[in-house]
């Protein structure tokens, strides 16, 4: 598994070889799991030589493709939906004996901040033990990279050593490799510890308010988490199902998670109950401080909570509006607080109002754009399409709860995502002159640990800066108090150009150019190979800091040739170079500068320094090699 991240998108290449050591042929399974908010890219099977690249599609396309497909006999593949955060991809193919086939997945994802973090999340579950096991992961971030931790749920004390972590200002690159006997669960057998997730966890440095904006070849990505704002005072109200249904495990693990969220209450907030079932029963008619003497009073009545009787939706989730609203304009909340509530049920409506749509014209009126509705649908029988469009409605989301012994840490952890907001109604603003579109820029709410990204291409690719305003309400809305701020920020602007000669230019902003060629190698050559050629250009633009394979020549460097004399190869001569406090043997030669033609280059003489470079170069060849063209290491 190969995953790198550049800007918070991560590139993830996951690549599988199987062999059929069978005298016949058999049926290979390829399955498996990635993130929801991932996106396949592309896939691909190898199998004898011959390359099978997939098509990807669109998923209500691809299943009608994939059924007609199957039953046909052709090799399909599908992506369904597995556990709470992860889909599968299955595919199966025919391979024939002692041959073998291998399946290369391709997939990217957008990464989201939450809890003031970025999670990269890699299920492996090989079955066995395997010949080959790698995990690699190379993060690039140009705001800096604060904190970078990996951890997998199978990791035991003895592999635990195994995952390594190399972090720098602004790169970080984990490993985990086990060897075929560490992956083992006991010396000679066959079972296997590597199943389950793997966990890299990082965030990124924040110096500027208005956030980090980056921009390349025309395009700018815009990334907004102030790290500096006053937590604002919450009101929330709970509004809990009761019915005969949150019976048994669902109704203890409810009161288990509302106790926790209880103790860790902030004392600025306020809080109250709904209990429903066919009846409403507020805990208080009001709102309650989260005092000490209160929360202990609540914490007793939570204990108390039942399950009985059917389920009221609409008439539960008015009364916790009418109490808020009440609240409100008899002031006893805070004038700078944001309102909430949060409902949680595992059914349908079945007392009182049953009919959905009314319901959700009943709630959306009563809260008329004031508060924000979080849903939190327990089970799998729960209607999660109603509850999800109510809260967005709202200003809020829902979220499904999973019926597993983990739920209160679930119904917890959502809490804890929504404990904190910062910001409401918040709009990021671009001159119209300036930017020719964008991704979504007005959010409902900024929560702390949260991120907003915005995404846009530019109406000038030459643009040195550019403004930005954001706006945001820091209080109660309705009032006139708005969080803004604008500012010009200047992002590095770089193209990317293509040519039908296997070329491409790099150019930095009224800057340097590189060129980047293929250069093709007689394909019988006895040993080399195709190679990509990097060329610079103006390089006396660039800082005298600059250092590298290339960089550190590139403001020229003292030498003197002496003693020509023949070589091994008559036009070929050799010479002495005096270099660095070296004396080195080198030889003459020609090249091609494609600096002026990219596409044939002329011939230049030159000499060659043996001993890849020893002497000429500062320290030794291997400080100058990585693993991959865009790896750092």
Known sequence: VDCTVTSRFAHTVMTSVALNRANTSQEIFFDVELPKTAFITNFS??????????????????????????SSGQTAGLVKASGRKMEKFSVSVNVAASSNVTFILTYEELLQRKMGKYEILTRVKPKEPVQEFKIVADIYEPQGIAFVDAHATFLSNDLLPLVEKTVTDKKAHISFSPTLEQQRKCPGCDGTLIDGDFLINYDVNRAQSLGDIQVVNGYFVHFFAPPDLPRVPKNVVFVIDKSGSMGGRKIAQTREALLAILNDIHEEDHFGFVEFDDKIVPWKESLSKATTENVAEAIAY??????????????????????????????????RSVDMIILLTDGMPNSGESHLPKIQENVRSAIGGNMSLYCLGFGN???????????????????????????????????????????????LRYPDNTVEFVTTNHFSQLFNGSEIVVAGRLADNDLDNFLVEVYGQGVRRGTRQIWGVSTSLKAPNVDLVVSKD?????????????????????????????????YTLDTHLLSPSVHGLLGQFYHGIDY???????????????????????????TRGWQRDFRRDVKNGENIPCWFIHNNGTGLIDGDERDYIVSGLFKTV
């Open 502 to 534: 296997r070329s491409l230019t790099v150019t930095l902003k009224d800057s340097v150019k590189f060129v980047i060629l293929l250069h093709k190698v007689w394909k019988k050559h006895p040993y080399h190979q195709d190679y990509l050629g990097f």
């Open 381 to 427: 029988n729960v209607d999660y399409a109603f509850l999800d469009v109510m809260s967005k409605q709202n200003n809020g989301v829902a979220r499904r709860i999973y019926e597993a012994s983990d739920a209160a840490l679930q119904l917890q952890g959502f809490y804890d995502e929504v404990a904190s907001p910062l910001l409401s109604e918040v709009d």
């Open 302 to 335: 939570v204990k108390r909570i039942v399950d009985v009787g059917g389920t009221d939706i609409n008439a539960a989730v008015l009364k916790g509006v009418d109490m808020l609203i009440k609240d409100k304009q008899a002031n006893r909340l805070p004038e």
């Open 45 to 70: 099977m190898e199998i004898e030589g011959q390359v099978y690249v997939g098509e990807v599609k669109e998923k209500e396309k691809a299943k009608q493709q994939y059924e007609k497909a199957v």
């Open 560 to 586: 003197e040739v002496t003693d020509l004399r023949p070589g091994e190869v008559l036009e070929k001569p050799d010479a002495t170079m005096f270099v660095k406090g070296h004396q080195l043997n080198v």
